[in-house]
């Protein structure tokens, strides 16, 4: 999908079935219409800005085995929100591809560094999704993308999670009002 610095593509374009292009009105989860196997972007040159401009954490980290190359593993993790946010997206063919080693170790391992330091782990099989802590995996259902999502740690040490209405078109989230009835609000 994009050009990276480090590290090419390759043969993969698993992000132009997993992500969401709005410039196109392609959900999340299903080929792109300008996607030719064996050919790629069918459109590349005139492809959407944000097609032009993704890159996925195997693109970004040069570290990273070859063996989790996105079309190999079957998940497409980005970081999103600034930095807030890792999701790990899985090719809805492969729903379980997000549970499955080295990526369910990893993803653990980010929930682990990074769950008291302002980001939060997600995986996703088309709108599906999961909030990866230390401990559990805690299946959210469907929220809607303007859904806040809160939760607080119960007196047996697991999560209560709320997800909240969708905050309306235009009106910006306010964590502090989610916090007034929560514990923690993980950033979306
Ligand atoms: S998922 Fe990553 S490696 Fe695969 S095509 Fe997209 S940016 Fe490239
Ligand atoms: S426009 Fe091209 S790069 Fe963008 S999702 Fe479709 S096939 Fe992929």
Redesign the pocket.
């Known amino acids: 999908?994009?050009t990276?610095p480090a590290?090419?593509?390759?043969s993969?374009?698993?992000?132009?079935k997993?992500l969401r292009v709005d410039e196109l009105h392609k959900p999340m989860g299903v080929w792109c219409s300008h996607f030719k196997s064996g050919v790629g972007c069918s459109i590349h040159g005139s492809h959407p800005a944000s097609c032009n401009n993704?890159?996925?954490?195997?693109?970004l980290s040069p570290t990273m085995p070859d063996a989790v190359?996105?079309?190999r593993c079957k998940v497409?993790m980005s970081i999103d929100d600034g930095g807030r946010r890792i999701i790990a997206r899985a090719d809805p063919a492969y729903p379980d591809a997000w549970r499955q080693e080295p990526i369910y170790g990893q993803l653990k391992a980010w929930a682990t560094a990074y769950w008291f330091k302002g980001r939060t782990i997600y995986a996703m099989v088309g709108k599906h999704m999961w909030l990866i802590t230390p401990k559990e995996d805690v299946d959210l259902g469907e929220p809607d993308e303007r859904s806040p999502i809160g939760y607080e740690v119960g007196p047996d040490g697991h999560l209560k999670v709320t997800v909240f209405p969708p905050v309306p078109e235009g009106v910006e989230f306010d964590p502090e009002a989610v916090k007034a009835v929560m514990g923690h609000v993980p950033p979306r």
Do not use: H, T
């Open positions: 999908m994009s990276a590290r090419s593509c390759g993969c374009s698993l992000c132009c997993v993704y890159q996925c954490l195997w693109i190359r996105p079309d497409v």
